[in-house]
T-cell receptor
Framework: ETGVTQTPRHLVMGMTNKKSLKCEQH?????MYWYKQSAKKPLELMFV???????ENNSVPSRFSPECPNSSHLFLHLHTLQPEDSALYLC?????????????FGSGTRLTVV | DQQVKQNSPSLSVQEGRISILNCDYT??????FLWYKKYPAEGPTFLIS?????DKNEDGRFTVFLNKSAKHLSLHIVPSQPGDSAVYFC???????????FGQGTELSVKP
């Protein structure tokens, strides 16, 4: 068990579909993050949640909608995505937002938009 | 504007030799640096870190060097092993408690 679990591992969706990515952490951390990894690009921070409150939104299009119902769960709701949104979406957690060295990542969801 | 850059997308090294992965940064406010390792189908895992008060940190076969004046850090792996084959991400933050900014990664291949 990695401590941060992401489901599904792979997802193929059409541009008109609505789907959700799920992240769960069992580490007792207070901060959770969504990152996007595209080929040959840096890991891009999308959203930051601290104690279930969104504290950062890095100019992410509204077709990506995060939800953090409690400190252990984080969702990324997807709707009307574009093919260029195909990427690996990584969830991470840390003790708090001030713990830069303590990020624990999940294995990611490989998303393909067709 | 990319604040953390890894200019080599890939590196191939013979088993037993030294692997040197490089990272450059532009933000002088960064003072804490980390390396993460990522295998296919897995998330990145923390490998080693260094703060700006040091110029070297060593952990077994892994050593990170920091040159603040050049805004450059490097990761040395000696001796390299086939199991080290992975993508290595450099990351930086403005303090030990700051948000991480990642580079684009370098794919290391260690050949037997």
């Amino acid at each position: 068990e990695t401590g941060v679990t992401q489901t599904p591992r792979h997802l193929v969706m059409g541009m008109t579909n609505k789907k959700s990515l799920k992240c769960e952490q069992h580490l007792g951390h207070n901060a959770m993050y969504w990152y996007k990894q595209s080929a040959k690009k840096p890991l891009e921070l999308m959203f930051v949640y601290s104690l279930e409150e969104r504290v950062e939104n890095n100019s992410v299009p509204s077709r990506f909608s995060p939800e953090c119902p409690n400190s252990s769960h984080l969702f990324l709701h997807l709707h009307t995505l574009q093919p260029e949104d195909s990427a690996l979406y990584l969830c991470a957690s840390s003790q708090d937002t001030g713990t830069g060295y303590g990020y624990t990542f999940g294995s990611g969801t490989r998303l393909t938009v067709v | 504007d990319q604040q953390v850059k890894q200019n080599s997308p890939s590196l191939s090294v013979q088993e037993g030799r030294i692997s040197i992965l490089n990272c450059d940064y532009t933000n002088s406010m960064f003072d804490y640096f980390l390396w993460y390792k990522k295998y296919p189908a897995e998330g990145p895992t923390f490998l080693i870190s260094i703060s700006s008060i040091k110029d070297k940190n060593e952990d077994g076969r892994f050593t990170v060097f920091l040159n603040k004046s050049a805004k450059h850090l490097s990761l040395h792996i000696v001796p390299s092993q086939p199991g080290d084959s992975a993508v290595y991400f450099c990351a930086a933050s403005p303090s030990q408690g700051g948000k991480l900014i990642f580079g684009q990664g370098t794919e290391l291949s260690v050949k037997p």
